[in-house]
């Protein structure tokens, strides 16, 4: 099952090729849409202030090989131990955030690249 499960992995990472550049990283694949996600990993930038922490990073949504679209992230957290890290993107409205939900594979990679860490408690991340 593993090996299945790397081997078509493999083959969606060959297929969506074409559509994404060297420096784009995959980093989930959301079933319910048939989407992989693709880190823009050179738009990585920290945005913190001394109220909270924050990055904005850029992902391309890529079905079947094709890109959909590219969709701005901002991730922010302020400086509490009890505040959870949420999120706003260029789709939204900008009227709220949303909490950031795990497993987030985009939000996991930007935080690794960082060098920040997290923990995930409640079903949230802190």
Not at 37 to 56: G, K, Q
Not at 82 to 96: I, K
């Amino acid at each position: 099952m593993r090996q299945l499960i790397f081997t078509l992995m493999f083959v969606v990472m060959l297929t969506s090729a074409n559509t994404c550049a060297a420096q784009d990283v995959w980093v989930d694949h959301w079933n319910y849409e048939n989407i992989d996600i693709y880190a823009m990993d050179d738009t990585l930038r920290d945005t913190s202030s001394s109220e909270y922490l924050s990055f904005e990073v850029s992902a391309k949504f890529v079905k079947n090989g094709q890109l959909q679209q590219v969709v701005n992230w901002e991730f922010l957290k302020y400086k509490s131990k009890r505040d959870m890290w949420r999120y706003e993107t260029s789709t939204m409205d900008g009227s709220h955030t949303t909490v950031v939900i795990p497993k987030n594979g985009l939000f996991e990679f930007c935080m690794n690249k960082l060098g920040w860490s997290y923990q995930i408690k409640d079903n949230h991340y802190y």
